[in-house]
Structure formats: structure tokens, C-alpha cells
């Protein structure tokens, strides 16, 4: 029977590697993914010890990098106590068994790097199930690269067939696993659906935004609740809805799992459950760190997520967290005070405009601007209210 691994385990040395192609044009843009790359390794318990880089066409079939390449990684972790190699990309069964008889040490891809960080920050039933099914998805069609045996066996007449029967009993077991799961996860969807009625006419409102960006700290702030926050990838897997009360007006706050780039399909498709709080609100609050150098980048990627969803449409605020930590990295103690402000009218202006004022700038740390936060979700609230039933004032009076 196939054994799920392990991918990371505490004090593992890793390298990183990323590929610039045709999908990936420039040195800048694959720079970015290794460092997220980077900080993943992190929240999984990994040290980085380097990252490569090659340009290719496309990459290769059998390596993903070209031979040259792979030497030269090989001779870089060898006598250095490294022992994991982790690719930006996903790899084939197939790619990870080639590269991995070339460096001797265990190969991942990003897909198997956050499928482990998930199931580590796995807490609920529905989670862990969401994990598991995704992890099973994930190793199936890379089920006879992974079987490392067969090689050993070497080539010639007989050496297939014990193995092939193998791999065929442990793709039937696989398949039935996921079955089962999804069977699962349908059962706790049920559950989940019947609590979601249950909640009654209440306006509902969900946190969306890329991981990291500060949500579970602006739920804590909004809801007086204490929801986990860390500074970690995807320190919030299970949705958490609170009811929240400003002013005798009454809405259901939920904190949801954050969006990265290149999150695995498998890993999206087990969790629409889950975001179906997303598709089913009624005002999506789109938080955003301000402070990170690609935040309009992570944006793009939150939007294309929720226009998967079919949730883009939806009335929304975007919250531009961490002011304090833009102004510390955007202005030195010798700037003038006018100059100063003139680029944070001109970052708020320019925002206003893009959102059509459905904006708030704050810190949720420091707890910058909340009064103004609160005030603009009100309003937002309060006019679905009238809209939705104009006929039940006790919501908003």
C-alpha cells in the first residue's frame, strides 16, 4: 500500500529552484516566486541554504532543468548536508524520480510543499479531509514515478510485471480512498450548508485576500474574538464566522483561507466548500498588505481567484493594511513632512479612483484608521439592509 510522505520535516536544508520560460518571461518575475518559495519552505520548518535559476524555451521533459544545470545543483549540495531540493513548478512523477537518483536527496515541487503546510495547519475534520483528499489527487498520476523499487529491479524481460500489478493495487486503493473521501467531504458539506440557513436573514461578510495579509488580526480587531494570527503562510485553513455588532446593526463576519500564486488545483477544488462562504456573502472585504514590494500583484491573483469562484461582482471594500510598514519602507528620517504626505494622498487617490472610493487605508496593528473601517463597512452593511428588507428597520436602527 502507498505510505502518504512526509515533505518536510523540522531543520531540513533546502535549495530552491525556479525556471524562466515562456510562462515565466522574466528574471524579476521568477525572483519573486522563489522568495515566496522561500518564506514557504519557512512556515513548513526548512531552511534555505540557495536558489537557482535557469532560462529555458520550456522546460525539460525528462528533468525540468537541463543536465548542465542539475550538475551543477548536485555539486553544490553534495558535502554541504543538504537534503531536500525544491522546485517552484510542479513536477511529474517521472521528473522527480530522474532528478532525484541524480542528487541523492529528496525532491519537492511547490504543490507538495503547500499540500504539507496545509496539512500541518490542518485543525478541523473538514480540513483535514480537504487535505487528504487533495494529497491523494496530487500523488495519482505521479503514483509510478514515486515507485523508486522498480528501478532497482533494473531493465529486461519479467522486471515489469510484479511491479505493474503493484502500482495497479495501490492506484485502485488510491481511487477508492478519494471516493470515500469525497463521500466525506459531502457529508460535512451537508453539515455545513444547514449551519450556513441556520444563520438566519443576517447580512454576511467575508475577509478574502493572498495569505499573510493581516485578515485574522482585522477579524480579531472587528469581532473582539481571538482568531489564530501569525506572521506564517496560511496560519488560517478553517473558516471562522463571528457575529459582529456595530452600533445595534448586526452582520456575520467570516475569516477565510488566504489565495497564493500557483496553489494547487487539487488543493482549490477540495476547499470550494470551504470558500463557499466567499461565493455566498453579501460584501467581500479584499484585505491587502501595502507594504509588500508585489501587492498589486497579489491582488491580480485574489481577483482571477474570485472570479473562479464567481464571487468578483460582489459589493466589496479593499483594506490596505500595514500602513505603518509602507511608511517605514517608503520614507527616511530626512524627508520633508509635505512630501510625505503628498505620496500618501497620491497612493490613496490613485486607489479611490481604481475602486471607486470602496477603500480604507489602516493598521491593524497598530490599530490605525479602525473607526473609519468600521464606519465604511456599516455603511455598506446598513444599505443591504434597506435594500434587502426595507420593511425590517430593528436590523439597522
Known amino acids: 500500500m502507498i505510505e502518504k510522505k512526509q515533505v518536510v520535516q523540522q531543520e531540513e536544508r533546502a535549495v530552491i529552484v525556479g525556471l524562466i520560460h515562456k510562462e515565466q518571461s522574466s528574471e524579476r518575475q521568477v525572483q519573486e516566486y522563489l522568495d515566496e518559495l522561500v518564506f514557504l519552505a519557512e512556515t513548513a520548518g526548512a531552511t534555505t541554504v540557495k536558489r537557482f535559476t535557469q532560462k529555458l524555451s520550456h522546460p525539460d521533459r525528462a528533468t525540468f532543468v537541463g543536465k548542465g544545470k542539475l550538475e551543477e545543483i548536485k555539486d553544490f549540495i553534495t558535502g554541504r548536508n543538504i537534503n531536500l531540493v525544491i522546485f517552484d513548478d510542479e513536477l511529474t512523477g517521472s521528473q522527480i524520480a530522474n532528478i532525484e537518483k541524480v542528487l541523492n536527496v529528496k525532491v519537492i515541487d511547490r504543490s507538495d510543499l503547500i499540500l504539507d503546510i496545509f496539512a500541518r495547519r490542518a485543525r478541523t475534520a473538514q480540513a483535514k479531509v480537504q487535505v487528504e483528499l487533495a494529497q491523494y489527487q496530487y500523488i495519482l498520476p505521479r503514483l509510478k514515478g514515486m515507485w523508486s523499487h522498480l528501478e532497482r529491479q533494473g531493465g529486461g524481460i519479467g522486471s515489469r510485471g510484479p511491479g505493474e500489478t503493484e502500482i495497479e493495487t495501490d492506484r485502485r486503493i488510491i481511487k477508492d480512498k478519494i471516493s470515500l473521501l469525497r463521500k466525506r467531504l459531502a457529508e460535512i458539506d451537508k453539515q455545513s450548508l ?112 474570485l472570479q473562479e469562484l464567481k464571487a468578483f461582482d460582489k459589493p466589496s471594500i479593499m483594506i490596505f493594511n500595514k500602513m505603518d510598514l509602507y511608511e517605514q519602507q517608503t520614507f527616511d528620517k530626512w524627508l520633508a513632512d509635505d512630501i510625505k504626505q503628498d505620496i500618501l494622498n497620491q497612493l490613496k487617490e490613485n486607489w479611490e479612483t481604481r475602486t471607486q472610493g470602496n477603500c480604507v487605508f489602516i493598521s491593524a496593528l497598530e490599530r490605525k484608521n479602525i473607526d473609519e473601517l468600521r464606519q465604511t463597512i456599516m455603511d455598506k452593511v446598513i444599505t443591504l439592509y434597506r435594500e434587502r428588507y426595507p420593511y425590517k428597520s430593528e436590523y439597522f436602527y
Open 194 to 305: 444547514t449551519q450556513r440557513k441556520d444563520r438566519g436573514e443576517y447580512i454576511r461578510v467575508a475577509l478574502v485576500g493572498y495569505t499573510n495579509v493581516g485578515k485574522s488580526t482585522i477579524m480579531n480587531l472587528l469581532s473582539k474574538s481571538e482568531v489564530f494570527a501569525e506572521n506564517k503562510l496560511f496560519a488560517t485553513l478553517d473558516t471562522t464566522t463571528r457575529k459582529v455588532v456595530f452600533d445595534q446593526t448586526a452582520f456575520l463576519l467570516s475569516d477565510t483561507v488566504g489565495f497564493i500564486r500557483k496553489l494547487p488545483h487539487h488543493l482549490v477544488e477540495s476547499f470550494k466548500s470551504t470558500l463557499d462562504e466567499v461565493r455566498e456573502s453579501d460584501i467581500l472585504l479584499h484585505v491587502v498588505d501595502v507594504s509588500h514590494p508585489q501587492y498589486e500583484d497579489q491582488v491580480e491573483v485574489v481577483n482571477r481567484t
